[in-house]
C-alpha cells in the first residue's frame, strides 16, 4: 500500500511539473515580446567562465548594478573579481567598481550568509555558481541552490538557474523509445544520470521548479550546452581540462592518431559570449516561460574539428578502428601518458555499453524565443576553431607531459 501512496504522490508531483513547463514551447512562442525589466542583479559563480561574461554583458549592454557574491578567501573579494577580470578581459575595471560593480563576500552554501544579501537591492539573481566535483559539490550545486531560491521567495526577486543540458542523462536499457530527446518542457523523461554533478544539477532543477510551482517563485532554468572560447577572439577558460570535449581532444593529440570511425559523429559549440548574452536576453522573458535550452543549433563534425587541429600544428594520423585501439591501449600502459587518454578509454567503455546511450535535447523553443529577440548563434567555421586551439596551445594543454 505504501509503495503504492508514494508512486501516487511521484505521479501527482510530475503532473504539477508539467503545468509549470508547459508555455515552453513553439506553440507559446509568439507570446515571447518586448524583453521584462531584470533590474540591479545579484550574480553567482561571478569569477567563474561563463559568470564572469555574463557579467561582462551586463556592464557593456545595460546600466544596472551587478552585485557579485565571492567566496572569502586570500584576497579581497574585491581583488578576486578585478584578477579575474583582467585575466579574461585585460582590464580590471577599478573605475566600475562602487558604480556599477559591487563585489560581495559571502558563502552560497551558507543560508544565513545568504540570506543577509536580502538587504542588497537587486531585483534578479542569476546563478552561475558550479562545482563540478568533491566534497562541495552537494553544498554548492544543491543547497546553493535552495538558499537562493528562500531568498528570492522571501524577497520577490527573479531567479535564473543555470543548468547544463546534461541533464537529459542516458536512456536506461532502452526504456525510452530511440531518438528520444529533451525538451524545454520536460524535466523528468525517466533518464539515467550516474554523473554525480549531473545529479546534483537535476536536484537543483526541480528545487527551483517546484518552487515555481508551491511558492509562487519567479523563475527560470536555463540550460547551457558544450561552453568554448568567446567567439570574438577565441580565449578560453582558466580551467579547460574540465570540459570534457576538450579532454578528448588533448587524448587524442597525445595518441597522435585519431579513429576515421569518429569522424562524421557531431558536436555542439556554444561559445561562452554568445551563451552569456543568451542567457541575460532570455532572463527577461515572460515568467510564463520557464526553461530553456540555450545551446548552439549548429552542430560541428569531427572531421572539422580534426582539420582545424592540422592548421594549429597539432599533428593527427587518421586510423582505422583497430590501430587506434592498439594505440589506446599501449598508452595506457604509459606513466606519462594514461592519465590523459583515460577519456578516450572511458568513452569507449560508453560506446560499449549499448543498455546505456546519450538522450539528446531540442533547443528549437529557445532558438524560435531568442530570434524573436534579435539573437542568433554562430555557425561554428574553422578560422574560429583554430584561434581557440592556438590560444589553448599557448598553455601547453596538448603537450604529451601535463
Not at 585575466?87 to 567598481?97: A, G, V
Amino acid at each position: 500500500m505504501s509503495e503504492k501512496i508514494e508512486k501516487s504522490a511521484q505521479e501527482t508531483e510530475k503532473i504539477s511539473l508539467q503545468n509549470v513547463l508547459a508555455h515552453n514551447t513553439s506553440a507559446y512562442v509568439t507570446e515571447i515580446d518586448d524583453p521584462e525589466e531584470i533590474g540591479d542583479v545579484l550574480l553567482t559563480g561571478a569569477t567563474g567562465f561563463l559568470g564572469i561574461h555574463v557579467l561582462k554583458y551586463l556592464l557593456d549592454h545595460t546600466k544596472k548594478m551587478v552585485y557579485c557574491l565571492i567566496l572569502p578567501g586570500n584576497d579581497t573579494a574585491e581583488k578576486q573579481l578585478q584578477n579575474m577580470l583582467m585575466y579574461y578581459f585585460d582590464d580590471p575595471f577599478w573605475e566600475l567598481f562602487g558604480s556599477r560593480i559591487k563585489a560581495v563576500e559571502g558563502d552560497l552554501t551558507d543560508a544565513a550568509s545568504v540570506e543577509k544579501l536580502g538587504t542588497l537591492p537587486f531585483k534578479t539573481v542569476i546563478n552561475c555558481a558550479n562545482c563540478m566535483f568533491g566534497a562541495a559539490l552537494e553544498p554548492v550545486n544543491v543547497q546553493g541552490a535552495e538558499n537562493l531560491v528562500h531568498l528570492s521567495v522571501k524577497g520577490n526577486r527573479r531567479m535564473i538557474q543555470i543548468s547544463p543540458v546534461g541533464i537529459s542523462g542516458t536512456n536506461p536499457n532502452g526504456k525510452l523509445p530511440e531518438g528520444t530527446l529533451l525538451h524545454e518542457n520536460e524535466q523528468d523523461i525517466g533518464q539515467t544520470l550516474s554523473n554525480s554533478f549531473l545529479q546534483s544539477k537535476f536536484r537543483a532543477e526541480q528545487i527551483v521548479l517546484k518552487a515555481i510551482e508551491k511558492d509562487g517563485l519567479d523563475a527560470k532554468v536555463i540550460r547551457i550546452g558544450n561552453l568554448m572560447g568567446r567567439y570574438s577572439d577565441g580565449e578560453f577558460r582558466i580551467n579547460f581540462v574540465d570540459n570534457r570535449y576538450m579532454r578528448c581532444l588533448r587524448a587524442y593529440a597525445a595518441l597522435g592518431v585519431v579513429p576515421v570511425s569518429v569522424l562524421d559523429e557531431t558536436v555542439e559549440f556554444s561559445p561562452v559570449d554568445c551563451t552569456a548574452e543568451a542567457v541575460v536576453r532570455l532572463a527577461a522573458t515572460s515568467r510564463k516561460f520557464t526553461v530553456f535550452h540555450a545551446t548552439n543549433g549548429h552542430v560541428v563534425q569531427n572531421g572539422d574539428v580534426i582539420e582545424a587541429l592540422f592548421r594549429a600544428g597539432i599533428e593527427l594520423k587518421v586510423v582505422k578502428e583497430d590501430a587506434y585501439l592498439n594505440a589506446l591501449k599501449a598508452a595506457l600502459t604509459d606513466r606519462d601518458l594514461r592519465d590523459i587518454v583515460l577519456p578516450l578509454s572511458l568513452a569507449e567503455s560508453r560506446a560499449k555499453n549499448v543498455a546505456e546511450t546519450e538522450i539528446g535535447h531540442s533547443n528549437a523553443f529557445t532558438t524560435k524565443a531568442l530570434y524573436r529577440m534579435n539573437f542568433k548563434w554562430p555557425i561554428i567555421h574553422g578560422d574560429y576553431l583554430v584561434n581557440a586551439f592556438l590560444t589553448l596551445k599557448k598553455f601547453d594543454f596538448f603537450e604529451k607531459k601535463q
